[in-house]
């Protein structure tokens, strides 16, 4: 099902909150409110640790959402958008240096604490923007991937 109209969502960017009108503290059936019934449906359940993970494909959308939940309740939700805005600018469309540069300018005009940790998997490369709960990858100097979420506060 596509998007509820243009009015209901964009692909704009604000930590502490979510994508657009996605909010990080949505519930699934708030995400379905919004977006409608996903294309796919994935779930992990992990019963020792009393844990699901439930994973939302919206592909006319180019988003998944990750809801993990423990004993019933929803812990974290992960959205990993194929595009993404910050200050109207698509974080994919910049080269590594420039996205570095760019996040770095964000913390500081927004008066954020530049934290971040790096580290390399196989090919690519991964960063975590700890206090803005952004996760960005690079495959040849290119953002491959980013993953958003509610910052550690």
Do not use: R
């Given at each position: 099902?596509?998007?509820?109209?243009?009015?209901?969502?964009?692909?704009?960017?604000?930590?502490?909150k979510g994508l657009g009108k996605l909010y990080f503290d949505f519930s699934e059936k708030e995400i379905f409110k919004l977006l409608g019934k996903p294309s796919k449906i994935e779930v992990d359940i992990d019963i020792p640790r009393i844990e699901e993970t439930k994973r939302f494909f919206y592909y006319n959308e180019g988003i998944m959402i990750s809801i993990s939940m423990y004993d019933g309740n929803p812990e974290l939700i992960k959205i990993f958008p194929q595009k993404i805005l910050l200050n109207g600018v698509n974080l994919f469309d910049l080269r590594k240096k420039k996205f570095l540069t760019f996040i770095k300018d964000f913390h500081i005009s927004n008066k954020i604490e530049f934290f971040f940790e790096e580290s390399n998997l196989y090919e690519e490369i991964q960063i975590f923007y700890f206090n803005i709960g952004l996760t960005v990858w690079f495959l040849d100097e290119k953002v491959s991937d980013i993953c958003i979420e509610m910052p550690d506060l």
């Open positions: 099902m596509p998007i509820q109209g243009k009015d209901n969502f964009n692909y704009n960017f604000i930590h502490n």
